[in-house]
């Protein structure tokens, strides 16, 4: 929220005396009318979902250009739900994130398609084998979560906002309101607004890269740098995984699409 400040130019000096603008407790309703429930992630002593770990899949250890990728997330579907999970997600399973770590991961366009990977399935098996040549710095242990239900709010780029009509006090306190609806870090989530970083049009190039229209995507996963998990995406950044709602309905997660922010 620095930029804003930067925009404005100087310090909350220079806003005394200014008057608060109306816009700004209207602009706050609309974010807040807006919101969204999703699913949020806390530190688990045990249970069947985790961060990282050795996944139980039964197909072949999916791999990019030649190189395995690194399993990020395992997470049982039963246990989301229990805790309020979209309804298009199915009811019972595993999903099982992958994501290339070699080379950051950063950009995957069209030509990189499988560069991540999700495998749903929905029947328990045995744990697969890690593949030799996957990279110890790669390789995350398993730190296990639990879910809660929670709601999420549109980023402020999602809105019509004429900045340059709001002064410095009425910034200030815009920025203040919009911090204060932020969920604490760090933000792991399924479904509802993504936390962007950068630009806040993510579903945008989930419809040019892979298709379908901008409101058929849904936020699958939200994965938020986490040193506890030993988990850390460029700058302190994120990746976040994104399913069209009619493919997942359909247990279908063979055409996600994914992408990258940092700091």
């Given at each position: 929220?620095?930029?804003?400040?930067?925009?404005?130019?100087?310090?909350?000096?220079m806003?005394?005396?200014?008057?608060?603008?109306?816009?700004?407790?209207?602009?706050v309703e609309e974010?807040?009318?807006?919101?969204?429930?999703?699913?949020?992630?806390?530190?688990?002593?045990?249970?069947?979902?985790?961060?990282?770990?050795?996944?139980?899949?039964?197909?072949?250890?999916?791999?990019?250009?030649?190189?395995?990728l690194?399993?990020?997330?395992?997470?049982?579907?039963?246990?989301?739900?229990?805790?309020?999970?979209?309804?298009?997600?199915?009811?019972?399973?595993?999903?099982?994130?992958?994501?290339?770590?070699?080379?950051?991961?950063?950009?995957?366009?069209?030509a990189?398609?499988?560069?991540?990977?999700?495998?749903?399935e929905?029947?328990?098996?045995?744990?697969?084998?890690?593949?030799?040549?996957?990279?110890?710095d790669?390789?995350?242990?398993?730190?296990?979560?639990?879910?809660?239900?929670?709601?999420?709010?549109?980023g402020v780029?999602?809105?019509?906002?004429?900045?340059?009509?709001?002064?410095?006090?009425?910034?200030?306190?815009?920025?203040?309101?919009?911090?204060?609806?932020?969920?604490?870090a760090?933000?792991?989530?399924?479904?509802?607004?993504p936390?962007?970083?950068?630009n806040?049009d993510?579903?945008?190039?989930?419809?040019?890269?892979?298709g379908?229209d901008?409101?058929?995507?849904?936020?699958?996963?939200?994965?938020?740098?986490?040193?506890?998990a030993?988990?850390?995406?460029?700058?302190?950044?994120?990746?976040?995984?994104?399913?069209r709602?009619?493919?997942?309905?359909a247990?279908?997660?063979?055409?996600?699409?994914v992408?990258?922010q940092?700091?």
């Open positions: 929220m620095g930029f804003w400040r930067r925009l404005f130019g100087g310090s909350s000096e806003a005394k005396g200014d008057q608060i603008s109306p816009r700004v407790a209207e602009i974010l807040q009318s807006r919101k969204q429930l999703c699913v949020r992630f806390a530190p688990g002593e045990s249970g069947r979902s985790m961060l990282g770990g050795v996944p139980k899949i039964s197909t072949a250890w999916p791999r990019f250009q030649g190189r395995p690194s399993c990020v997330a395992q997470l049982d579907l039963e246990d989301v739900q229990a805790a309020g999970g979209p309804d298009w997600l199915p009811r019972r399973g595993r999903l099982n994130f992958f994501y290339e770590c070699e080379h950051g991961g950063w950009g995957i366009e069209a990189d398609a499988g560069g991540a990977v999700v495998i749903y929905d029947e328990t098996t045995g744990p697969a084998s890690e593949p030799e040549d996957l990279a110890l790669y390789r995350f242990s398993a730190y296990h979560v639990t879910f809660r239900s929670d709601v999420s709010f549109p780029d999602r809105i019509e906002i004429d900045w340059k009509g709001l002064n410095p006090a009425s910034s200030f306190a815009l920025e203040s309101a919009v911090e204060g609806m932020a969920a604490a760090p933000t792991h989530q399924i479904g509802g607004f936390t962007a970083i950068q806040d993510m579903e945008l190039d989930c419809v040019r890269w892979v379908g901008v409101p058929d995507w849904r936020l699958l996963l939200q994965l938020d740098t986490d040193h506890d030993g988990m850390m995406w460029g700058d302190t950044g994120m990746i976040y995984f994104w399913v709602e009619q493919d997942a309905r247990g279908d997660f063979s055409k996600i699409w992408t990258s940092c700091h």
